[in-house]
């Protein structure tokens, strides 16, 4: 059934990027994205999801006894945190993936950025990062986005399906790199010229104090946005959502959404008025 307020995006791309922890809970995934990819598509919104795997990923790296080591918010990524990357975002987070939207009747295709080219990646260089001091930092095997396939989005589209992708992409000499799955879903919903994008986690919006969901921020300017990054009410891994969003504003995307899973239909109203249940992000 189409929602009331939607109608106007009709033709239109929304990206939606979900934490790999919500994948840990497909019913509850089902009932919030899944209803609300569901809803979009009714209204005849395009619909593409891109999911990272963090805590899969480091549940996997304990288990076979290496460390995760992260780097101003970033997984830095040597090779064997590469291989442990493929197998947790191409398998286990895809799969539980597919079944939540599969539960919510919505027809997924899951895969990640490297088949058939739909992402092109190029390893990042080493650069000064927000909260790694003043020194370019070297992330390892992580890649910069050079290129999506819009056609092919496209395409997918009107076979009737929603493209899901795991954050790895790679180059024409067949190397696979991790990204960071909010750059993912900036870099596509850029390209897409998508009217929203939404980044999608346990977390309700921005927060004046982390500890405190009350003090969740409606709205955000680049201005307000960069003065609450170097006085430090935003920190950890919330400074590369916000960096990615704000730098994706410059570039077309009409509205950046952060938003939570409380209650499970938060996504779907976010979208309908902008800041009534995350923070959306405002090019003013």
């Given at each position: 059934m189409a929602v009331?307020?939607?109608?106007?995006?009709?033709?239109?791309?929304?990206?939606?990027k979900i934490g790999g922890e919500l994948a840990q809970d497909r019913p509850r995934l089902a009932a919030s994205v899944g209803a609300a990819v569901r809803a979009f598509r009714d209204a005849g919104i395009r619909v593409a999801v891109i999911h990272g795997g963090g805590p899969q990923a480091t549940e996997l790296q304990?288990?076979?006894?290496?460390?995760?080591?992260?780097?101003?918010?970033?997984?830095?990524?040597?090779?064997?945190?590469?291989?442990?990357?493929?197998?947790?975002?191409?398998?286990?987070?895809?799969?539980?993936?597919?079944?939540?939207?599969?539960?919510?009747?919505?027809?997924?295709?899951?895969?990640?950025?490297?088949s058939a080219g739909l992402i092109q990646a190029r390893r990042r260089p080493p650069k000064v990062m927000s909260g790694a001091g003043p020194e370019p930092v070297d992330l390892g095997l992580v890649g910069d986005v050079v290129g999506v396939d819009t056609d092919m989005f496209g395409r997918i589209a009107d076979a009737g399906l929603?493209?899901?992708l795991g954050s790895l992409a790679g180059d024409d000499q067949g190397q696979a790199f991790n990204i960071n799955a909010d750059?993912?879903?900036?870099?596509?919903?850029?390209?897409?010229?998508?009217?929203?994008?939404?980044l999608v986690?346990?977390?309700p919006g921005v927060l004046a104090?982390?500890?405190?969901?009350?003090?969740?921020?409606?709205?955000?300017?680049?201005?307000?946005?960069r003065e609450k990054i170097a006085n430090g009410v935003i920190q950890g891994g919330m400074i590369p959502k916000v960096e990615e969003s704000l730098e994706m504003?410059?570039?077309?995307?009409?509205?950046?959404?952060?938003v939570g899973l409380s209650p499970p239909d938060a996504l779907l109203?976010?979208?309908?008025?902008?800041?009534?249940?995350?923070?959306?992000?405002?090019r003013g």
């Open positions: 009331s307020g939607l109608a106007d995006f009709r033709g239109r791309w929304f990206v939606v304990k288990k076979l006894g290496l460390q995760p080591r992260m780097v101003a918010g970033r997984r830095y990524t040597d090779e064997a945190t590469l291989e442990v990357m493929k197998m947790s975002l191409a398998g286990q987070v895809s799969v539980d993936v597919a079944a939540a939207f599969r539960l919510a009747g919505v027809p997924a295709l899951c895969t990640t950025g490297m929603v493209p899901v750059t993912v879903a900036t870099r596509v919903a850029a390209k897409l010229g998508a009217a929203k994008l939404f986690s346990n977390v104090n982390k500890d405190d969901a009350s003090t969740r921020l409606p709205t955000l300017t680049p201005i307000q946005a504003l410059e570039e077309g995307i009409e509205a950046i959404h952060i109203h976010e979208a309908e008025r902008p800041g009534s249940h995350g923070t959306a992000f405002l």
